[in-house]
C-alpha cells in the first residue's frame, strides 16, 4: 500500500528503554544502536508522527497480506495471522514497547464504538457463497500484538510480560491478546515499521489485507479516518 507521506519536524524530548543487547554480536549491538538512534531521533523530529495515517482505504489491489505471525495468546493457544483475520474485518494493534503499548486505545476505543454502532444500525455485508451473493453481517475484531526480539532472557522474562498485559488489557481483548518473542525483523520488514518505539495500528480487510494504518497515537483526524474506512470495509463484500 501506498506509504502515507511523512510528518513535520518538530521537537520531542520522551524517555524509551535502551534496546535489548542481551545474546547479540558486537556488530548485531552495533546496528541495534544505530536503529534505536534512528528512533530516537525521528521522534524528535516528527513529535511522534513519522507519518500520518491516509483519510481513505488504500486499493485492495494493491494492498498488501498482512504478513506471517503465529504468537501465544494471554489466555493460552496461539494466534497465527493472517488466518485468524480472514473473513473478519480486524485491526490489529502493535507494540514493541510500552510506550507505544499505550498509545493502542487510541485506536481500539473508537474502532470499537463504531463497529459496535454500525451493527446497531443493521449495516453489514454480502459475502459471496458458491451459490451467488448471500446476507451475511460484517463481523469486527481487535488483534492486540505484542511483540519482543526474541533471546533467552525475554523468553524468561515472557511470563511475567504476559501477566503485566492481563493486568493492562481489558477483559474484552484478553481472547485476542498476544505475546510473540522472536525475531520481528519479518515482520517489521512486511508492514514498513522503522519505528518499533511507537505504537502501529492495521486496518485489515476479510482478505486480512492492509487497506488503512497508522502510527503514534490517533489524532482526532486519524479516528475520523479509522471510522471511515470501517463503515466502507463493513458495505464491502466479506470473502466467504
Known amino acids: ?5 511523512p510528518s513535520k519536524a518538530a521537537d520531542d524530548d520522551e524517555p524509551f528503554m535502551p534496546p535489548n543487547y542481551e545474546g547479540k554480536t558486537r556488530a548485531e549491538r552495533l546496528a541495534m544502536e544505530q536503529g534505536y538512534f534512528h528512533e530516537m531521533m525521528q521522534l524528535q523530529k516528527t513529535k511522534g508522527k513519522p507519518f500520518h495515517a491516509e483519510a481513505g482505504l488504500a486499493p485492495a489491489a494493491t494492498a498488501p497480506t498482512f504478513p506471517s505471525v503465529t504468537a501465544d495468546a494471554l489466555l493460552g493457544g496461539e494466534i497465527s495471522l493472517p488466518a485468524a483475520a480472514h473473513g473478519k474485518i480486524t485491526l490489529v494493534a502493535l507494540s514493541f514497547k510500552q510506550f507505544g503499548f499505550v498509545q493502542l486505545p487510541s485506536y481500539i476505543e473508537p474502532f470499537q464504538a463504531e463497529a459496535a454502532a454500525l451493527q446497531a444500525k443493521g449495516c453489514g455485508s454480502a459475502s459471496k457463497g458458491k451459490g451467488g451473493a448471500s446476507s451475511k453481517p460484517a463481523q469486527a475484531q481487535v488483534v492486540q500484538l505484542s511483540a519482543m ?35 520481528v525483523d519479518p515482520l517489521c520488514n512486511g508492514l514498513e515499521v522503522d519505528n518499533r518505539l511507537l505504537g502501529h495500528a492495521f486496518l485489515l480487510d476479510a482478505d486480512a489485507k492492509v487497506r488503512w494504518r497508522a502510527c503514534g497515537a490517533a489524532t482526532p483526524d486519524e479516528v475520523k479516518g479509522l471510522k471511515g474506512a470501517l463503515a466502507a470495509l463493513f458495505l464491502a463484500p466479506l470473502t466467504e
Open 1 to 5: 500500500m501506498k506509504r502515507p507521506a
Open 149 to 183: 526480539e526474541g533471546g533467552f532472557i525475554a523468553n524468561l522474562l515472557k511470563g511475567s510480560v504476559t501477566a503485566g498485559l492481563l493486568k493492562a488489557t481489558p477483559a474484552s481483548l484478553h481472547a485476542t491478546s498476544a505475546v510473540f518473542v522472536g525475531d
